[in-house]
């Protein structure tokens, strides 16, 4: 099932100075169509030179594809008018000087928002809101071209946890206007970019949040759908009905937010994950057997259903959210299984390794491979092509 949406029967005619390529011809794989990502909260300071983290970052370029980077307001400009733009533009240019795509989270959000929006009244917390968001889209055009635009909208006009500035504006403007708003400042400000919606709430409320925001005729370009399995993982089931739910759209879903614990599971009682606080929650031996096996199970049903296109689990290391033991990486830098059974899946089962081919009198090898970007020797010459789309295609390559 995976490789018929995934892959593709490649049919390859490589010419050498217009001739067709006789004696061998190589091709092998170079990187996914599918966003295999991961956080990339911990390379930033390593991206601008405060501190070596050369095997971490090894790691993590040697798994994934794509990178998160944090715009949380509170902490990228706890003061007004100071943001944090230069290390988050160098941690960018980073990622995608590797070939790493990034996207930016969130632009709008109660949670982590700037505490100094208190002290104005709702209609300047609006503006600023919207000069943040134009101001930061903009910025970054070019390095950071795909945002989580706005986070948790079903809750947030009735989050009471605290006071805050977003929470506000939402009660008074309602969902709906306030997504229209934030999303007509990204688009103004990157007309090319990808804009998603991103809820943790997969409820009917997030499925009729979507239709009143697709009727009132704002355009997304994704669906965010969290998924941070703190109480046990969802079962391949579960996790294809709520794809299922949330593909009738026809959008492009990302899974934006995965956790899988190697620890002890968080009691079922517990209804909103941030009140379980415990003073340390260790990875186990047995946790990371199970973590590996739900591993290897979730990411094999993501990419067994068509509408997902990008995968982003939430944190290489431990800690990621809550304090939960999440990370495919030990706290001394040794890989849990389930980097290894991951890896073994992304850059082995589903990869396409540097393979010699024999050409026909025409040029012409044929494999199949997973969609993503290739490239092919002959002759002592290389060149790069794309397998797009999956079925039997046909490719042409001059060197």
């Not at 340390?280 to 973590?291: D, H, I, N």
Request: proline share 6%.
């Amino acid at each position: 099932m995976i490789r018929k949406f995934r892959a593709a029967d490649v049919t390859l005619a490589v010419t050498v100075d217009g001739a067709p390529a006789t004696g061998e011809v190589t091709v092998e794989q170079r990187d996914h169509a599918f966003l295999f990502g991961n956080i990339g909260f911990e390379l930033v300071a390593h991206a601008n030179g405060e501190e070596r983290q050369d095997r971490f970052a090894e790691q993590w370029l040697g798994l994934y594809n794509f990178c998160t980077l944090p715009f949380y307001w509170g902490m990228f400009e706890p003061e007004r008018g100071r943001p944090d733009s230069e290390r988050l533009l160098k941690a960018a240019r980073w990622f995608v000087d590797r070939g790493v795509p990034v996207k930016g989270h969130p632009l709008a959000w109660h949670t982590l928002t700037a505490d100094w929006l208190m002290d104005l009244p709702n209609a300047d917390i609006a503006r600023e809101q919207v000069d943040r968001i134009k101001r930061d889209v903009t910025d970054f055009s070019g390095l950071i071209d795909m945002w989580d635009v706005i986070n948790e909208v079903v809750i947030m006009p009735i989050f009471d946890k605290y006071d805050n500035g977003i929470t506000r504006i939402c009660r008074e403007m309602g969902r709906i206007p306030m997504i229209r708003m934030v999303f007509d400042a990204a688009r103004e400000a990157n007309p090319g970019a990808t804009l998603l919606l991103n809820d943790f709430d997969m409820s009917a409320a997030y499925e009729c949040l979507i239709e009143g925001v697709l009727e009132a005729g704002i355009r997304i370009d994704a669906l965010g759908l969290q998924s941070h399995m703190h109480q046990g993982y969802w079962g391949e089931e579960k996790t294809l009905e709520t794809i299922d739910r949330f593909a009738r759209y026809g959008l492009p879903i990302h899974f934006t937010e995965t956790t899988l614990l190697s620890g002890h599971l968080m009691p079922p009682e517990i209804v909103d994950l941030n009140d379980y606080q415990i003073p340390e929650w260790p990875s186990t031996p047995e946790g990371e057997e199970r973590q590996a096996d739900e591993m290897v199970r979730h990411y094999t049903t993501l990419l067994s259903h068509p509408s997902v296109t990008a995968m982003t689990y939430w944190g290489m290391i431990d800690g990621g959210w809550l304090g939960a033991p999440g990370g495919l990486v030990r706290a001394d830098g040794t890989p849990k299984p389930s980097y290894d059974a991951l890896r073994a899946l992304v850059k082995g089962e589903w990869w396409f390794p540097p393979t010699p081919l024999a050409p026909d009198a025409d040029g012409r090898v044929g494999f199949n491979g997973f969609l993503g970007e290739y490239a092919v020797t002959a002759a002592g010459r290389t060149g790069t092509f794309h397998v797009e789309n999956p079925g039997e295609i046909a490719v042409s390559v001059a060197l």
